[in-house]
């Protein structure tokens, strides 16, 4: 994530007191004020902070609304340039933003004064809000109180592939997906800044450069933007038929998918289908694009396309592709109407037929056995919605589908997905309720009426004492690692605590415990952000034809498989 964290630590209202009211003279009056600064600060603020920041509620990073009236330029400027000294140095409020986001961003020194007068400029024209419902008087600052439990499970690592660097900067790669080719033993992985590469005995061989293929690709601002995900037609084999989700600057096309002029678009997610030869090797094709979406920032976009691999020839579901959507920010960037309304796109899992046509742009099909495809008040390419951040879907060996959804700042979550099920985001986040219109960082108890909303909740939740945000796993389905069957194994990506739940379980309406297991680097046991060097680990986790089962992080770009497993 190039430069995505810019100001990730900078002090939000709610920490105000460890600076004195200053006056104007001394936090305002040095700052520019003309119409040309504050553009260009609206744009490197787009393009370099807003994956982690906005004006409306804390995110990945606090909101920064009245910023510039609580702390001076020049310590805006000095902790941008180096915050870890500013950290190390003992500065109060430095220091009590990393007890509560409990990771440093690097140093931005790169970005030149010009630019970051220009974006203070432009921060400096958004004051804090006021008026806002007080909900969140009494709220939950524990929701779930049990914590997750260590088990006696060892899984051994065995490092297989390291992927080249996409980036001088951090994290050094990107990738964020391996999946197998159809019928073939080939594993094939994804970096979001736009190559996608074959695994050839564990050597990394391009396939695939988006940014060849599309000239207005972008991976920008970092975080989940750029390449998103990838899926081979269940049937590449004969008819080479290759789909993908990537990002391309605002207005590059019209949208299929868009909403009113007043909302913000920052970018557009765009779904592909490529064609080609399927003995080709690099990639050697062409593509047509199946639908476009707007999106009001770059953060929760499309980062799963996907095929159910339990469906064969005759079934209704073999060759229909899930797309999960997430809400593009929307709800903490003050636009909570976008989400949760199954007339519209954003935070829903799509379902639909790529080789059809009875779509709105005809570029795609709609499944005539879709949930709401008789309901003319509803978008008929959904198939469950209410998600923040539908992050990566698969199915158990039973047929369980599941989606885990990126939560916000309390729960992580694991859902069993049912069609035309609503899992309740915005005003649901794991088994606890959120008001949209409020504080959306605040959990509470839900209300007493709640089965009248007839919300889906997921069948397994952490809390944010326990990591920040779930990474979707699979079920271990290989043969050599008896203690593992039946096992959905996941994690938390900042941290890289690796978690498992029992498949068998998994039942809609109740929840699975969650319990972690130690992970061992060829016998000896470590944790995955010593493996990778870096504590914020970005883990991710993979499965090939065989079952078995890969974890990998971006700080690195390591690849490990997990060989065994044993009890201690």
């Known amino acids: 994530m190039k430069k995505a964290n810019l100001l990730f630590f900078i002090i939000p209202a709610s920490l105000s007191f460890f600076y004195s009211c200053n006056s104007e003279d001394n936090n305002t009056k040095a700052i520019a004020s003309d119409?040309?600064?504050?553009?260009?600060?609206?744009?490197?603020?787009?393009?370099?902070?807003?994956?982690?920041?906005?004006?409306?509620?804390?995110?990945?990073?606090?909101?920064?609304a009245g910023i510039t009236e609580q702390v001076p330029p020049t310590w805006i400027s000095a902790f941008i340039h180096d915050p870890q000294k500013t950290i190390d140095g003992g500065d109060e409020r430095a220091k009590k933003l990393f007890e509560k986001y409990h990771t440093v961003m690097p140093a931005f020194s790169n970005l030149g004064d010009d630019t970051l007068n220009d974006i203070i400029a432009y921060m400096n024209t958004i004051k804090e809000p006021q008026?806002?419902?007080?909900?969140?008087?009494?709220?939950?600052?524990?929701?779930?109180?049990?914590?997750?439990?260590?088990?006696?499970?060892?899984?051994?690592?065995?490092?297989v592939a390291q992927?080249?660097?996409?980036?001088?900067?951090?994290?050094?790669?990107?990738?964020?997906?391996?999946?197998?080719?159809?019928?073939?033993?080939?594993?094939?992985?994804?970096?979001?800044r736009g190559k996608l590469y074959r695994l050839n005995d564990g050597r990394p061989e391009l396939y695939l450069d988006m940014k060849q293929l599309r000239k207005n690709f972008i991976d920008q601002p970092g975080l989940a933007t750029g390449f998103g995900s990838f899926a081979f037609h269940p049937e590449f084999s004969k008819n080479g038929l290759l789909y993908t989700?990537?990002?391309?600057?605002?207005?590059?096309?019209?949208?299929?998918?868009?909403?009113?002029?007043?909302?913000?678009?920052?970018l557009q997610w765009v779904v592909m289908e490529w064609k080609t030869d399927p003995a080709a090797?690099?990639?050697?094709?062409?593509?047509?694009?199946?639908?476009?979406?707007?999106?009001?920032t770059g953060i929760h976009g499309m980062q799963e396309v996907t095929f159910n691999p339990l469906a064969k020839p005759g079934?209704?579901?073999?060759?229909?592709?899930?797309?999960?959507?997430?809400?593009g920010g929307c709800v903490e960037n003050g636009f909570p109407p976008l989400a949760h309304d199954p007339s519209k796109p954003w935070g829903t899992i799509f379902r639909i037929d790529p080789k059809g046509n009875n779509s709105a742009n005809k570029q795609y099909g709609i499944p005539p056995d879709n949930p709401f495809v008789k309901d003319k008040d509803k978008l008929k390419e959904i198939y469950a919605y209410g998600f923040r951040n539908p992050h990566r879907i698969t199915w158990t060996r039973d047929g369980k589908m599941l989606a885990s959804n990126v939560g916000q700042a309390s729960i992580e979550e694991l859902n069993m997905i049912l069609p035309g099920r609503?899992?309740?985001?915005?005003?649901?986040?794991?088994?606890?309720?959120?008001?949209?219109?409020?504080?959306?960082?605040?959990?509470?108890?839900?209300?007493?009426?709640?089965?009248?909303?007839?919300?889906m909740y997921p069948v397994a939740e952490y809390d944010h004492d326990e990591g920040k945000a779930i990474t979707g796993g699979y079920e271990y389905t290989g043969s050599g690692i008896k203690e593992l069957k039946g096992k959905y194994i996941f994690g938390d990506m900042n941290n890289g605590r690796v978690f498992y739940v029992e498949t068998k379980q998994l039942k809609p309406g109740t929840q699975s415990e969650i319990k972690e297991m130690r992970v061992a680097l060829n016998g000896k046991i470590t944790k995955m952000s010593d493996l990778c060097g870096n504590p914020r680990v970005d883990l991710r986790f993979g499965r090939d034809n065989k079952g078995d089962i890969y974890v990998f992080t971006k700080p690195d770009g390591k690849i490990y498989r997990i060989t065994g497993a044993s009890k201690q």
């Open 35 to 64: 119409s040309a600064s504050i553009a260009r600060g609206e744009a490197a603020f787009t393009k370099n902070c807003s994956g982690c920041h906005n004006f409306t509620q804390d995110g990945i990073g606090p909101q920064l």
């Open 131 to 159: 008026g806002k419902p007080d909900y969140d008087t009494i709220y939950l600052k524990d929701p779930i109180v049990k914590k997750i439990q260590m088990s006696n499970l060892v899984v051994n690592l065995e490092e």
């Open 163 to 192: 992927i080249p660097f996409s980036s001088d900067d951090h994290p050094r790669t990107r990738i964020t997906k391996i999946d197998v080719q159809p019928g073939t033993n080939n594993l094939f992985v994804l970096d979001l």
């Open 245 to 266: 989700s990537n990002c391309e600057p605002k207005g590059t096309a019209k949208a299929d998918f868009a909403y009113a002029d007043s909302i913000p678009v920052e």
């Open 281 to 296: 090797f690099p990639f050697k094709g062409e593509g047509r694009e199946v639908f476009r979406i707007n999106m009001v």
């Open 315 to 327: 079934n209704k579901d073999y060759g229909l592709l899930y797309i999960g959507i997430g809400d």
């Open 422 to 455: 609503d899992y309740g985001w915005p005003i649901r986040e794991g088994t606890f309720l959120i008001h949209p219109d409020g504080n959306i960082n605040k959990a509470h108890e839900l209300p007493a009426n709640d089965n009248t909303f007839n919300t």
